[in-house]
């Protein structure tokens, strides 16, 4: 079950604690998604200040609920022409929240998200340049994203086949025993996503890619 922080952080460490009590009584494995206001990329000093400091607190009730893993939009590309830049900037600030949450004992999962519009980073190179260069750090794959933000163009078996092969290249097959994927029905224009949809309402063909999960024994939530 996912903890949604999207708007705020709607917990505090006593109902946390509940949380935690309930998951486990009940087994069940929790994630969190992070709050939308989120900009590791912003050009003003207090805006990256704020966002850091959002994401440190959020993790640290998701990490008292028992969340196994928090994930973000960590960026937008703000008219960026080299996206390169904009990667090396989320790099440094993620680094920076990963060694205050090491320092705290926190092992929360950290979990960079697929863009699913245009303007956002987080397209599959970004997030494992992230990971490969942060520790406690594995991207969130939102295929539906993926799907959205190519404009319906990553939507067959090889495409979705091509996701676990690069996730595996590079970051090991602790990656796919390690995995937090979201899927869902998309609506998308030339932007990229625009809003989601029940699965049968969406011409995204997640039958093929339920067939590369199986194929490749992917783990995870």
């Known amino acids: 079950m996912e903890i949604e922080f999207v708007h705020s952080v709607n917990l505090n460490e006593e109902t946390a604690e509940l949380v935690n009590k309930t998951a486990k009584e009940n087994d069940i494995v929790l994630t969190t998604h992070g709050q939308y206001a989120i900009n590791l990329n912003a050009n003003e000093k207090f805006k990256l200040e704020a966002s850091k400091k ?7 009730i998701a990490e008292k609920a028992d969340s196994w893993s928090i994930c973000y939009h960590m960026a937008y590309y703000m008219g960026a022409t080299d996206k390169k830049i904009v ?3 989320v790099i440094k600030a993620a680094k920076e929240i990963v060694k205050k949450l090491q320092d705290e004992d926190n092992k929360i999962w950290l979990r960079p998200e697929t863009g699913g519009k245009v303007s956002q980073w987080g397209e599959l190179n970004e997030l494992i340049e992230l990971s490969k260069n942060c520790e ?3 991207p969130c794959i939102d295929f539906a994203h993926h799907y959205a933000r190519s404009l319906g163009k990553i939507n067959k078996y090889e495409d979705w086949k091509e996701i676990l092969i690069q996730l595996e290249k590079h970051l090991g097959r602790e990656c796919l025993d390690n995995m ?5 029905g998309i609506a998308f224009t030339k932007n990229g996503e625009k809003n989601h949809l ?13 067939k590369v999960w199986k194929e490749f024994k992917i783990k995870g939530v």
């Open 136 to 138: 406690q750090v594995l």
């Open 87 to 89: 990667t090396d900037r």
């Open 54 to 60: 959002r994401i440190i607190d959020a993790c640290r």
């Open 180 to 184: 937090h994927i979201h899927t869902e």
């Open 198 to 210: 029940n699965l049968n309402e969406c011409d995204i063909n997640y039958k093929e890619l339920v």
